[in-house]
């Protein structure tokens, strides 16, 4: 049970009920925002995840932490779909796909480069000892 729970099956779930609604309610959500929407949240915590798993292989204490950089690029691409979605924008399916991409991508590097930092406390953690 505890797999469903996991922030990449939540995303995927939503992206599935936001489609239903679309269609059941008659609204008129564009599905690249959807898509877009449903990319960057599974690229943030797929980002956490590889820093997590890193972290424990390390001996180093995991827990959800804020990183502000990671965070405040998803949140200012998510707003920019959202709000093209609410107020019908127009935005051009290449630039929310870019604006989606440039944010996962972003956390990916974020992602490495604490990976190595971790890496890096994992080893001079073990030298101590």
Avoid at 16 to 29: G, K, P, S, Y
């Amino acid at each position: 049970m505890k797999k469903w729970f996991r922030p990449d099956v939540l995303t995927i779930i939503g992206g599935v009920l936001v489609t239903a609604a679309n269609r059941l309610f008659d609204l008129e959500l564009d599905p690249t925002n959807i898509i877009a929407a449903a990319v960057l949240l599974l690229g943030y915590f797929k980002a956490h995840e590889y820093v997590t798993v890193v972290r424990d292989a390390n001996g180093l204490p995991t827990g959800y932490k804020l990183n502000s950089r990671k965070l405040i690029f998803t949140a200012v691409a998510f707003a920019i779909i959202v709000v093209d979605t609410i107020y019908k924008l127009g935005l051009s399916m290449e630039i929310v796909l870019t604006l989606a991409g440039v944010a996962t991508g972003y956390n990916y590097l974020e992602a490495k480069k604490d990976v190595k930092t971790a890496e890096a406390e994992g080893a001079d953690a073990r030298q101590a000892h």
